[in-house]
């Protein structure tokens, strides 16, 4: 198990800012991949952006490019998502899933590790 923790979710208005954060414990290590993705109500979990602990590679969806940076910090085991530019679309629960080596797509299913998510909503 790699337990994982995700916190700095919140109420914010569109154009504002937040920062998640996802602190992992157990076994990881720098060839670990983290993924953040979210759900919206009736919707299916969304690829957002992933990262390999190491930070040497980053990814994102489209929708938040230029606006979310996903970053590593090896020393406190976290990874955080910086989210600027907040739309009432980006609103929903955001949850970071954990992988032991690389990840090949954005799929949900790559990751078997969960934690239990953190709520962001964006108003207009």
């Known amino acids: 198990q790699v337990p994982l923790v995700e916190s700095g979710g919140g109420l914010v208005q569109a154009g504002g800012s937040l920062r998640l954060s996802c602190a992992a414990s157990?076994?990881?290590?720098?060839?670990?991949?983290i993924g953040w993705f979210r759900q919206a109500p009736g919707m299916e979990r969304e690829f957002v952006a992933r990262?390999?602990?190491?930070?040497?590679?980053?990814y994102y969806a489209d929708s938040v490019k230029g606006r979310f940076t996903i970053s590593a910090d090896n020393a406190k085991n976290t990874v955080h998502l910086q989210m600027n530019s907040l739309k009432p679309e980006d609103t929903g629960v955001y949850y970071c899933g954990a992988k032991e080596g690389m990840t090949y797509g954005d799929a949900a299913g790559w990751y078997p590790y969960w934690g239990q998510g953190t709520q962001v909503d964006v108003c207009s």
């Open positions: 157990g076994r990881t290590g720098k060839t670990w991949s």
């Open positions: 990262t390999i602990w190491s930070g040497s590679t980053t």
